[in-house]
């Protein structure tokens, strides 16, 4: 549960891959993580969490056994 005495500040890592989000889908991402981690953890909105948006670049990202490569 959130607690204003300490100093503590999620930081929630995303991988993607690369060149697949536009601005807006990055926006609504960060956006939404902050707000259900808030939500969970019952801090005010204005609460700071860190959002990471890290691309992986293609033929480094696996999904059930197999290398993803996006589809042109």
């Known amino acids: 549960m959130y607690n204003d005495g300490r100093s503590f500040m999620p930081v929630a890592k995303i991988y993607v891959?690369?060149?697949?989000l536009s601005p807006g889908q990055r926006s609504e991402i960060v956006k939404g993580i902050h707000e259900v981690i808030n939500n969970v953890e019952q801090r005010p909105g204005a609460a700071?969490?860190?959002v990471l948006i890290n691309e992986v670049p293609s033929g480094g990202w696996g999904s059930a056994g197999s290398i993803y490569f996006p589809r042109n």
């Open 17 to 20: 891959p690369a060149a697949t």
């Open 48 to 50: 700071q969490t860190y």
